[in-house]
């Protein structure tokens, strides 16, 4: 169905930086970007991980997360996510962490949150999700460094209301860093 | 330059929502929700506002805030968009608010910050440039409702550290409505 698309980095008119331009038509394809959404989910102290049904990273350990979609907002964005991955229905309570990951363009706006009613399940993105005590997490099987350090935001936050949102720790303030690089 | 592009909407196989695809070649343009990024500036307890040189709401009042480019984080983002609007070296203090406005497809995440550097100045994108008393801010020529939001959670916030962001005010949490009709 697809044929070849022949996309060249140039300056548009009007412009100052370069921009993905299709050779052929002149279509500017602008990249920017994008906003990832998700939450901790807490259920009696536990907090729920999913393990991956896909790549990147399949086969690891997350918080139901993702890509927020036009339409939304950014807290149904987190809600659906959960209901996606872990078939759970959540009630968020506030914003633990913004986390800038310059390196692919992403900006993850994360949530603390409770199961609204109870019940989780595998969704079509998750091999499994369960609910781990803090000193039952599979850190060396964490997906992503971001799951590292909103995990930590959450235990660091404490149980009460939060205050200001983490941002990137400060070792990593761009997040250029992979897993075994450091994170 | 710009030959007609033959977009429509289509599911892609494997996904499960209608996505902008090329008729012709099948290239999908996925459309993902920006993020808007700037700044409520203080300067001897005053707020920097730029006048609009641009479309939309030219000639109108705002925060040097824009859109979010690859390879920046947030905070860099939004000390460019002081630069490029305000000639305003900025330091980010902390969060201010997270808005979704899902009419449009933005999430804005709005910081305090206060000039690093004395000085500044009307950007390509402004018209004038000025640093307003509360009592002095042209209320009624603000350029989107979410400046007028952010202004009064700024205010909300008072001067010390700042705790957690606000989001959408409890009469817009979607962000849908335009200047005019109530906000």
Chains 1, 2 share one sequence.
């Not at 918080?63 to 991955?85: D, F, K, L, Q, V």
Request: hydrophobic share 45%; with cysteine; glycine share 10%.
């Amino acid at each position: 169905m697809s044929s070849a698309i022949n996309f060249i980095r140039r300056i548009p008119e009007g412009e100052d930086r370069e921009r993905l331009t299709c050779a052929d038509c002149g279509f500017v394809a602008y990249e920017n970007p994008k906003i990832v959404t998700g939450s901790v989910v807490v259920a009696d102290g536990k907090v729920m991980l999913c393990r991956r049904a896909i790549e990147p990273r399949r086969g690891f350990w997350t918080i139901p997360a993702g890509y927020m979609e036009m339409g939304e907002t950014i807290e149904e964005a987190a809600r659906r996510e959960a209901r996606e991955e872990a078939c759970a229905d959540i009630a968020i309570e506030g914003m633990l962490a913004v986390y800038s990951i310059a390196r692919i363009g992403q900006v993850q706006v994360l949530f603390r949150a409770r199961l609204a009613s109870p019940g989780f399940a595998a969704g079509a993105e998750s091999l499994e999700v369960r609910l781990f005590d803090w000193d039952e997490i599979p850190w060396d099987e964490l997906a992503f460094p971001s799951v590292h350090w909103v995990l930590h935001a959450w235990r660091d936050a404490g149980a009460g209301p939060l205050g200001a949102p983490r941002g990137n720790p400060p070792d990593d303030p761009r997040g250029v860093r992979r897993l075994g690089q450091g994170a």
